[in-house]
Every structure is written in structure tokens, then in C-alpha cells.
């Protein structure tokens, strides 16, 4: 997400390193950067205006506090700018009201309009304890149709069959009237999209507005945060034709530059509500203009890292591998459970860049997908052990490790040399047991995770137990040699 435009300011923010303090002199080269940064991530040219006058402001202001860092001075001003640019505080479609409430989808054509009714479903569902019924509505192209229901019923959704025949405004209706039926708390209605702007889909979406709109619906305009500029003059035509109540920028997990989602909110006045972020049911996430900002600026985003960890993480489980952790035992299943958690969080990069610096840090390393493949290699293995194999690794010998490698079309060197690591893995956990026993707290490098030992009381130091911490085993499970 934004890597060049992250690259970029962290190279603009080096030009007040070494100075004094901020003044108008040495701030004009770092603000020259940061100016074309955004102009080349496609960001509005008003909106970098703006931005650019209100950071020279609050940086020459009076609020700038003498002998402190310029350039985390710096930094932290552009951070609020960013924010502020961005809208500040998240919001959400509006729940607080008696249901069914309409949502309504629109956008152009393969922005990611049904991908994301169904994990707005999802996620209300989840979250938010609701009652969902989706409503497909696409008259346009049948298969929209199908493609809804199928992941409605990926997802044990309720979904209206309706009729492609009727126009949208009245599918939506018979939509609602289902919902009310049911008792339904939210009825998204998924809409056609077209390949640009035109009359016939404005109408068409004019006219199921108007229909429905003494309910107060959300109108949610889906956008490809690819797209740049073009996704704001979008929003832009969209608002004016109907009325939108929030955007949402899909596909932010490929190489979106930063323009749309800092321009859209400032250029139309439109809330961005959430950011799609993969093609799972999952990858849905609340926008917080402050927390993106963080990310923008390699200042990580622990807040959204810790509930994504929430999220992720089985807490019974966790707790679970911990009990047999403090008994010494670590078996390859566990070590499987843990790789699927991690799985379960994200790519390897995605979760880093949440810790704070890592975002240059993984710059630097580059490419993390050999180690990404390594754990795919691993977990192939892995899925060719029998289940006894899994409890108890020391019965892997000779015959079952040719079974294993021909099982998993690896070789037998690759088998052994997964052994080999998983022995050492073994020792290593053994280790840091014992020095979580002698009270070190936690895993070092571990922010905080649920059900991991840093925020469990249960491992705290018992008084008089007597151990001491044994040092130097600071690595994690995972630290000898796969990443
Ligand atoms: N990587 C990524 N892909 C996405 C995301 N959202 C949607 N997609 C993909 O984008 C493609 C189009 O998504 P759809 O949800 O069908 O888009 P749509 O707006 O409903 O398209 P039409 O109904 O044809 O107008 C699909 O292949 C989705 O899997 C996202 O956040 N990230
Ligand atoms: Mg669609």
C-alpha cells in the first residue's frame, strides 16, 4: 500500500536531519519533495496545495517547539495533515436506526461492487451482530447474480432471489419488502456497473434512489484505488447524480499510489467508510485516516495490527499451545496451528509494515516472498505427515521420509533439512520457555498479541521460583534461519 509515496516522504523528511530547528530555509526543500511525492502518487493538485500551505503553517506556527527534532517535528505534522486531508475520524454506515436499512452499491464496472456487498455483509454480521440479507440487483450482467448468491452462500448469507426481468428500482423494493419480511436489520442491494460514466446507468440508479430514499439509505460508491484521479472525478459525477453517503476504495492491497485516497474525501466531501483489501471475504477494513497516515509514514499501525490479531487468533487455541508449551512439548501440528494463525493475519510484508519502522526496514531487505515460499514449501511437507507423524517427529525416519517427500514432490534433502529445522525450532522453544518461566515477560518483538505470553498474567514470575533468565535466546520460533 502506497510503498513509493512512503519511500519518497521518508527520502524528503532526510532533509531536515542534522538541522537545528525548523525554520523557513531548511523546511523548503523537504516540503519540494513532499509536493512532488504527492503529485506523482496522482493526488489532486488542490488538495497538495492545501496540504503543502497548512504543513508550512502549522511547521512555522507558534506550536513548533524549540530544541525538539525537526525532523520528527516535521514528520508529525505532516502525519495530522495527512489525516486531516483524509477526514480524521473513521465512520460507518450509520446503524443506529430501525431496519431494514437499505445499502445501496454503485460504482463502475468491476471496481469491486459485489466482492465488497459481501463482505460488508460479513463483517455487520460479525461485528456488528446484524441480520443481513443481500439483494443482487445488477439487471445489466446476469452473472452478477450468481456470483452474489454463490458468495452469500460461501458465507451462510441470506440472499433474495430476484427477478432480472424487473428494473432495479423494483427489485430493490421487493428486496426491502423481503427484508422487512424477514425482519431483517440491513438489505444490501448490489447494483450494475458500466465501463464509463453513462446516462442510462446514471438514470437507471437515479431512479432506485429516488424510490427508496424516505428510508434514508447508504449509498456506497465502490472505487479502484488503482485508479487515481479518475476514481475522484468518478466519485465526483456519482455524488452529484444521487447523493452518495460514503466511498469505498477497493483493491488497496495492490500497488495503489495514494491519489484516490487522498484526494476523494477533500475533492467531494464524501467520507471514505472502508478499504477492500483483497479478493477474500476478510480483506474489509474500516478506514482511519489516521492510521493510514501512520502507515503512509513507515510509523506502523500497531492499533490495526493487534485486532487484526484479534481477530486471527484463536484464543482458545492459543491458550491451549501454550499449556503444552509450558509442559515442553512443541509438536509439528503446533507448529502447523502457528503458521495458519500468522496465514490467517496476512502476507508476511502486510503484517510488518504494521510494526512501527519496519515499513524502510522491508525496503531495504526487499523481496519477501522467498520466505513466503519457504513456509509453503514447509506446510506442503507438513500435509504429507500422518497425524502420529505430527505429534511426534522423532518417528520420521528413514522409509516415512521418502513417503513424505514423494507425497509432497519434494525431495528427500528438503524433508531432512525440515527435521533439522524443526529440532532446532524445538530447542528454541524449549529455551524461551524457560525464560518466560524465569520472568522475562514476553516474546521479544511480539506486540502484544492475545493469548501470547507477554500479555498473560499466567506467565509472569512466581516469587521465589528461582530461575534465572537465561540470555542471548532472543530470536523467535521462527528466527533461525526461514526469513
Ligand atoms: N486484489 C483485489 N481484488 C479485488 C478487490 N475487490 C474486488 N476484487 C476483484 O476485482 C474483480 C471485480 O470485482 P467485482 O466485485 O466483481 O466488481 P464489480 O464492481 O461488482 O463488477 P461488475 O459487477 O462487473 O460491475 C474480481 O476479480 C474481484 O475478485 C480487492 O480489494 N482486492
Ligand atoms: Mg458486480
Redesign the pocket.
Known sequence: MFDTLSEKFSDAFKNLQGKGKISESNIEAALKEVRTALLEADVNFKVVKEFIAGVKEEALGEKVIKGVNPEEQFIKIVHDQLAAIMGQENQEVDLDRPGPIPVLIV??????????SGKLSLHLKNKKKKDVLLVPA?TF?PA?KD?LITLAKSMDMDWFDSDLSMHPKDIALAGIKAAKEQHKDVVII?T??RLHVDDELMGQLREVKEEIKDLNPEVLM?ADAMTGQEAVNVAKIFHEAMGLTGIVL?????DARGGAALSIRHVTGVPIKYI????KMK?LELFHPDRLAGRILDMGDVVSLVEKAEEAIDQNEAENMMKRLEKGKFTVEDFMKQMDMIKNLGSMSSILKMIPGMGGALREVGDLSPAEDDMKRMRVIIDSMTKQERQDYKLIKESRIKRIASGSGSTIKAVEDFIAKFRQMEKMMGGMMQMMKGGMGGMPGMPGMPGMPGQNPGFRQEPGSGKKPKKGKKKGPWGGGFF
Not at 477492500?276 to 479478493?279: F, N, V
Open positions: 460504482g463502475l464496472n468491476g471496481q469491486g461492487k459485489t466482492t465488497f445488477d450482467r452478477a456470483q448490489d450494475a456497473g465502490v477497493s483493491k488497496m492491497d495492490s477492500s483489501t483483497g479478493e480483506d
